[in-house]
């Protein structure tokens, strides 16, 4: 049981982080497209329309893999997470739909209009369409958050002994759960990121070489500016508000600082240091006073609570969670007595913590003190990976601001390209945006452990009922699959990149130009 | 708004059309996909008949995407019982849908004849392999999954993948595949034309009787040979969802009641008998258009005729048919299926306007004038 746990955790982690390699150029790059396009409508100069298709053939290289991989995560969670799909469905499920409803259908069908419309749309109709493209993305996303941050602040559902399951009791809390207006605004802005880094790379690439200056000029100085937007948000508006609310966001915040005991507000900042999670300390720390009192609570009275403190309220709460489950079972059994209902609507909030210890006895009631302590061990993330790749992603973060704090500073000073080492430090910071997200999903989600969903269902309760065999088929295909697949679009990247808009074959460029002097 | 019984028949109704939207539009980019190695003779045949779908296929995807979102969030017990049962006929699936996106998209970006033919037959393989196993999924929904599910609702399949290859659906299987050819050779007849779109038309010429024929005995093989599923205790269709409230076994002829109770349902049956006849007869007249709708039209009988003979079955159960999953009990709360269908009353008369309107823009056939002019953008 514990290998199709594991199995099943390592496929949905690959194969989701996968899917994150696509979706943030995907949401930067298409409002990128749209400030080509809308400039090319304004001032009619074809250049503008070049950097559209140009840009735009990128942007559809990395669309087909982002829809490819897509359809994997829409199939996984029937497929490998069969229980979790039944115990939340009902909640989990609806801005799923929505999202294919409202946003993934209007995307999909401009985006063939995007490419196709050019000579059959007017210009307003088909700078309609890119928005279109760029709106439908950001529409996917929305959806896709309310989803996930539901899985990390489950609020506005409630669950249902007949059906066995969690079922929604408020759509508008669902919608407007905290965790997902913060989460939504940082994700977004962070695929903004993404886009504006790609552009500015590749078009730093150009100055380097002394190709196509004034249509790499451009495209650098809308990126510069763009991605000035983007940090910002990403960063100004960023996740740590969201670590406020639920019981699992504050562990959360409490691994990714490694903060074991509850200090005195305003809490200190650990910069720097070694979390040791069996003595339950931070070797070696380096602090800065007040910081993270200020940035996790917006205030200097609140307290930040510490780990140690979380795992003492998680014990009372399996033992609570015990009794619910027991009375679950009477009810199951058909002593619907309004005691027993009272009783157990009374305790079904900690229903989820006594399901923790389905893990060492199915019986869950006649769990014994070990079992206890072995559950509440269970009940944080390991702290060490959590503080490290928190790290990294802020520190790609901040290294990009001011990238792109200079990029900006260049581009008004009307000196782009000038610095050869800014343009050098430009085209390699390129994986930065992806490695600040993929670091940046680790924590939101290894650190939502040991929970699929927070405080209601154990990780290991949400796998379907499937061999070995059958996840290793599917595992080893998927990879083989993925591998192939991204070895071929890096390839087409990196060939339609260096190529730059002499792809475009207008003969404009630089390529054909040298062709034409030669010939 | 509705009470609780009348939203679980919407929903019944929205996943049906959700299905039949998808083998409709994705059924002709699936289609020309097969058809594209039998066809297409030269590269720029096959680009040609790449690009009569190519503004098209990725929206038309998003039916088949809504529809497995739709089944999470209003079946969802159907959602992870169905797909974590067929789980290898699920991963297959979901490889072969891997070529298409990338095949459609990476195949013009090189010029090379072996990196156009490898991508030729990955988007073989992506479309012809996926229509295969939709219809023997269905075949093996017709005659019961051997699975269960336990007090916690927790379900497990006991079959092996092999199980699910019996004869029937395999002929279901083929029959699907003809179904999405008919689909996408009909849809080749309206936007090609020359002698690919006679050779188009050849193909609808014979996949229509082969269509017709196999749905016939497709049907009689139901009737004769394959036992129905019925109900054994009243459904409170108005209670809360759960599938072991009630109980149901396995009867043969079952799947005929319906038509016996409710004589208008024989209308699907009817259409999907007839309707490839027309297109024959469309074809055979080179209306092509006239073929193109009877296909579509043939597409909603046979679908149609599953949903009516099972109704209100969705999985039944071959090893405790009381523990069958139907449109009474498997589905979302009240509250839930509230809200999506305010969703879909707004949403999907919208995704229909603008899907038109795609259409209407890029209306009109395509042929090698077309190819040598947008020789390095089109697909």
Known sequence: MDNIVDLSRFQFAMTAMYHFLFVPLTLGLAWILVIMESLYVMTNKEIYKDMTKFWGKLFGINFALGVTTGLTMEFQFGTNWAYYSHYVGDVFGAPLAIEGMMAFFLESTFVGLFFFGWDRLSKVQHLGATCLVAFGSSMSALWILVANAWMQNPVGAEFNYETMRMEMTSFADVVFNPVAQVKFVHTVASGYVAGAMFVLAISSYYLLKGRDIAFAKRSFAIAAAFGIAGILCTIVL????????????????????????????????????????????TDYAVKIPYALGIIATRSLDEEVTGLKDLLAEHEVRIRNGMVAYGLLNKLRNGDKTPENIAAFDASKIDLGYGLLLKKYTDNVTDATDEQIKMAVDDSIPSVAPMFWSFRIMVGSGIFMLFVFL??????ARNRIGENKLFSRICLYSLPLPWIAIEAGWFVAEYGRQPWAIAEILPTHMGVSTLSIDQLMFSIISIAAFYTVILAIEMFLMFRFARLGPSSLKTGKYHFEQLENKQG | MFDYETLKLIWWVLICVLLIGFVITDGFDMGVGALLPVIGKTDEERRIMINTIAPHWEGNQVWLVLAAGAIFAAWPTVYATAFSGFYVAMMLTLFAL??????FDYRSKMADTRWRTSWDWGIFIGSAIPPI????????????VPFTLDEFLRSSYQGGIIDLLNPFALLVGVFSLMLFVLQGSTWLQMKTEGALKERARKVSLIAAPVVCALFAIAGIWLAKGIDGYVLTSVIDTNGPSNPLLKTAVLQSGAWLTNYDTYPITMVAPALG??????????????????AFVSSSIAILGVLLTCAFSMFPFIMPSSLDPSASLTLWDAVSSEFTLNIMTIAAVIFLPLILLYTSWAYFKMFGRIGKAFMTKYKHSAY
């Open chain 1, 238 to 281: 960023g996740d740590e508000s969201g670590y406020e609310v639920g019981d699992v966001q504050k562990a959360k915040l409490a691994a990714i600082e490694s903060e074991w005991d509850t200090q005195e507000a305003p809490a200190s900042f650990t910069l720097i240091g070694f979390p040791n999670q069996e003595e339950q300390r």
């Open chain 1, 406 to 411: 200079f990029a900006f500073y260049q581009s």
């Open chain 2, 98 to 103: 891997f070529f298409r996106p990338v095949g």
């Open chain 2, 133 to 144: 196993i939709f219809g023997v999924a269905f075949a093996n929904l017709l005659q019961g």
């Open chain 2, 273 to 290: 008998l007839t309707f490839p006849l027309l297109a024959w007869f469309a074809s055979k007249k080179d209306c092509n258009a006239a």
